[in-house]
Structures are given as structure tokens and as C-alpha cells.
């Protein structure tokens, strides 16, 4: 069985914030795993370039999947890290959007068709 290949498109900042390096180390235990860390937002053409390939990709907030992004990649799953509290307080939060999308679910714009992951 190969490993799934997930790469974080999130900015140095905040992957700064979010990986430590545990957490990264447990990343690559179980998958080739790559970190983007962009000073700047990715554009379409670079996050395509990016997600080539991917499994799964980690993201935060101010991180943009357009449609063609996501019809040209084979994402599965997409988390995007909230930062240190959620919505409800608890420590962390994440939403996943799983592929491919279920007949009628919600598509198209940022956010559209995320399950609230830890808080659900």
C-alpha cells in the first residue's frame, strides 16, 4: 500500500503557529508529507502546481480553493485549521471536506459543503 501524500498550503506564519515539529514528525511517519509555507496566498495556477498528486491537503483560514483548484487535483480531503480555540472553546478546531462530494451536497465558493470536524 503507498503512503498518502498530503501537502500544507497554509503561509509560514501560520504554519508556524499551528506544526510543531512533533507534529510534523507525525505527519511524515505516516505519509510523505510537504509543507508549502508561501509568504504570499497562493494563486490557482500555484496551488494546482502544489496539490499535484496530493492525497490530502491542510490548510487555515485565508487559504483559497477555488473549483478548478479542486477539479484538477485528486484531493480526498481538505482540513482547515481555526487557530487555537474554536467556536465552542475547545482546543483545536478543524473542519474536513471530503471528496468526492455526495449527490446534492453543497459546492462551489469557499467553506461550501465543510463538516465542522472537532466540534460536530
Given amino acids: 500500500m503507498s503512503r498518502p501524500r498530503i501537502v500544507s498550503v497554509m503561509s509560514a506564519r501560520t504554519y508556524a503557529l499551528v506544526f510543531s515539529p512533533p507534529a510534523e514528525a507525525k505527519q511524515r511517519r505516516f505519509a510523505d508529507f510537504t509543507a508549502c509555507q508561501s509568504e504570499e496566498r497562493l494563486g490557482e495556477q500555484e496551488m494546482i502546481r502544489w496539490l499535484d498528486g496530493a492525497n490530502a491537503a491542510i490548510a487555515s483560514w485565508g ?7 479542486i477539479e484538477e487535483t485528486n484531493l480526498q480531503i481538505i482540513e482547515v485549521e481555526r487557530g487555537r480555540k474554536c467556536c465552542r472553546g475547545r482546543d483545536p478546531c478543524a473542519f474536513f471536506r471530503c471528496f468526492p462530494r455526495p449527490a446534492g451536497a453543497a459546492g462551489g465558493g469557499a467553506g461550501a459543503g465543510l463538516r465542522h470536524g472537532a466540534c460536530a
Fill in 63 to 69: 487559504v483559497r480553493f477555488t473549483d478548478r483548484a
